[in-house]
């Protein structure tokens, strides 16, 4: 590894992230006049208008703004606009009579679907925590603490383990199928693990960390392959393997075919998932105060079928999925699965010291910074073809919004310089 290549590259995502990145954001996001954050813009950075605030895009603000400002940008400007996010959450979005967030409201702030959606409420538990530690408000803690309560007075299944995730506004569970009251998500799981893993950290809590702990080992134990320790989308109840189908209420998964079913429905894995998962748990075991090298063989498995599998050395970037035995199924670019597979690349490198986590890494860097950000706007393209030509050219859409992209730099120059230090 060269030391003036690694700086060169970190010089690069540090100008991205506070002269473009966040920029494209902070000058855009503050609604002033019904509260909460804009979140719909198309290829030039222009708002839609579409007339809905998602409860995925108002905490994906909320956290990202939050952790930029926890993690020292915006001079201190950030608080006061994580202080309009969580307003507009707890105002509007907070359903008094039931407890918990309803699924989706319109720009003024009225309901639109009142669902109790475990996702959205994953994020969160994850936005408000996070809000807390970066601000010292205590109603970030507050409100993650509530939603922590509901979530295992409604959701947990107390006999196959895991979580229930879709309910009416009362907690009444979902029926079957497309509803999914009958399918437990690797989505959600994953999710609530980065979620318990903020809210622990901000909380100190027993329960917290117990929950956590368990939600971890679901992971490892019912929803990773055991063999390929690559991740399985969806299941039944009894953790038996479920056709990976199109849900009523949707989080982002636009690229299913009309029959709402995909085509691999049973063997399919998602490589920016299996990234993304990796990270979260060392990261989760950091601040569980556990050393990660304890999971250092399943975390092996997974970087080293990243970048067997996921990684296109002809052309760049990841992939977006393929069997769990290898191999790739879908070969278009996904905006979020690049940025979640370069935080994978560096803590492959911090973790195991192996060159070709490193050279994993430079590839998808070079393809984000040639390809897959929106040269004079600041934000990513959604889709590309596997060339880098972009397909969906929106800059922001409920689904699609700032927490990977602002994320994966922010954690990506942690990483990078902590590896310089390496030369020190």
């Known amino acids: ?48 208008g579409e007339d809905e605030k998602s409860l995925i895009a108002q905490t994906r603000c909320l956290y990202t703004i939050s952790s930029a400002h926890r993690a020292g940008y915006g001079n201190g400007e950030y608080a006061e606009l994580a202080k309009h996010g969580i307003n507009f959450l707890i105002d509007k979005m907070w359903d008094n009579e039931h407890g918990g967030f309803y699924w989706m409201l319109d720009r ?13 409420h994953s994020f969160a538990i994850y936005s408000l925590s996070e809000y807390t530690l970066a601000t010292g408000d205590q109603r970030g803690v507050e409100y993650a603490e509530k939603v922590f309560d509901l979530i295992q007075k409604y959701c947990v299944d107390t006999m196959y383990g895991g979580y229930w995730e879709m309910f009416q506004r009362d907690w009444t569970l979902n029926g079957p199928g497309s509803a999914g009251g009958d399918r437990k998500t690797l989505d959600v799981h994953m999710h609530l693990m980065e979620a318990y893993t903020t809210l622990y950290e901000c909380t100190g ?14 992971l490892n134990i019912r929803i990773n392959h055991p063999k390929y320790k690559t991740g399985i989308p969806q299941f039944f109840k009894n953790w038996t393997i479920a056709p990976q189908i199109k849900f009523d209420i949707i989080w982002g998964w636009d690229r299913f075919s009309e029959e709402g079913e995909k085509g691999n429905a049973t063997d399919n894995t998602c490589y920016g998932h299996n990234a993304e998962f990796a990270w979260l748990l060392i990261h989760a075991l950091k601040i569980l105060k556990i050393d990660p090298s304890t999971y250092s063989k399943t975390f092996k498995i997974i970087f080293d079928h990243t970048i067997n599998n996921g990684i296109d050395y002809e052309l760049g970037g990841v992939y977006v999925e393929g ?93 990078l310089e902590v590896v310089l230090k390496k030369f020190d």
């Open 1 to 48: 590894m060269n030391k003036n290549e690694i700086i060169a590259l970190k010089d690069e995502a540090s100008n991205h992230l506070t002269n473009e990145l966040l920029p494209f954001w902070t000058t855009r996001m503050k609604d002033e006049k019904n509260g909460g954050y804009i979140t719909h813009f198309d290829k030039d950075g222009k708002d839609t």
């Open 323 to 415: 069997p769990h035995s290898g191999g790739v199924s879908d070969k278009e670019k996904e905006f979020w699965q690049q940025a979640e597979v370069l935080i994978g690349m560096l803590d492959g490198v911090l973790l195991f010291g192996d060159e070709k986590y490193w050279e994993a890494y430079k590839n998808v860097h070079r393809f984000v910074f040639d390809k897959v950000i929106n040269k004079g706007v600041g934000e990513w393209y959604a889709l590309l073809t596997r060339k880098g030509e972009p397909i969906w050219t929106h800059m922001g859409h409920s689904w699609k919004i700032n927490y990977h992209t602002v994320r994966s730099m922010i954690q990506s120059i942690e990483r």
């Open 205 to 218: 809590k027993e329960l917290h960390r117990r929950k956590l702990l368990e939600d971890i080992d679901i």
């Open 108 to 120: 003024k702030g009225n309901v639109k679907i009142d669902q109790k959606i475990i996702y959205g």
